[in-house]
T-cell receptor, first 112, second 112 residues
Framework: QKEVEQNSGPLSVPEGAIASLNCTYS??????FFWYRQYSGKSPELIMF????GDKEDGRFTAQLNKASQYVSLLIRDSQPSDSATYLC????????????FGKGTLLTVNP | NAGVTQTPKFQVLKTGQSMTLQCAQD?????MYWYRQDPGMGLRLIYY???????DKGEVPNGYNVSRLNKREFSLRLESAAPSQTSVYFC???????????FGSGTRLTVV
């Protein structure tokens, strides 16, 4: 069974710090990886996706993928209280298989 | 641009009652999905439709049926609701190329 594992947290960081969120996956066939942010009582919102080994940067967010280690991470620089949310990692197959397997999420709290 | 629209937003059912959750997307996406989200369990795939005219079971299909009415609409039916189906249900859609899902706002269902 395909699994995506995340630390449930909570992860607490001070405002302005770097928050590091980690994720491992079991399916070596997974080719696409996604980070979603979910505020309490709201639906998940896509913030980053990554397909290739290495780093991908978008503003304050950097996604990192290491397929050999089956490891995905999300770094949030200059963390803001508005970043406080649950972050979901998801992985999926390639080709025409767009089903995603989600981790259970990591709760991030950014303290002013 | 509405994106993915789910109705209703909230529903309370008695055990044994039936209901249909509606989902519609206006982004011309080919694939649509139904997930449920429970505390400590993360998002779990119930059913999905890779394209108009096809539907397939996900991880937790028991007690549910789906209909892909057309390219825009994908409904989820509970024939005889059970307390174990108390959950938040999310519909999502994606385009060809696996750039991630767009989620609807969710339906909070309580079965008493």
């Amino acid at each position: 069974q395909k699994e995506v594992e995340q630390n449930s947290g909570p992860l607490s960081v001070p405002e302005g710090a770097i928050a590091s969120l980690n994720c491992t996956y079991s399916d070596r066939g997974s080719q696409s990886f996604f980070w979603y942010r979910q505020y309490s009582g709201k639906s998940p919102e896509l913030i980053m996706f990554i397909y290739s080994n290495g780093d991908k940067e978008d503003g304050r967010f950097t996604a990192q993928l290491n397929k050999a280690s089956q490891y995905v991470s999300l770094l949030i620089r200059d963390s803001q209280p508005s970043d406080s949310a649950t972050y979901l990692c998801a992985g999926g197959g390639g080709g025409s298989n767009y089903k995603l397997t989600f981790g259970k999420g990591t709760l991030l709290t950014v303290n002013p | 641009n509405a994106g993915v629209t789910q109705t209703p937003k909230f529903q309370v059912l008695k055990t044994g009652q039936s209901m249909t959750l509606q989902c519609a997307q206006d982004m011309n996406h080919n694939s649509m999905y139904w997930y449920r989200q429970d505390p400590g369990m993360g998002l779990r795939l119930i059913y999905y439709s890779a394209s108009e005219g096809t539907t397939d079971k996900g991880e937790v299909p028991n007690g549910y049926n789906v209909s892909r009415l057309n390219k825009r609409e994908f409904s989820l039916r509970l024939e005889s609701a059970a307390p174990s189906q108390t959950s938040v249900y999310f519909c999502a859609s994606s385009t060809t190329g696996n750039y991630g899902y767009t989620f609807g706002s969710g339906t909070r269902l309580t079965v008493v």
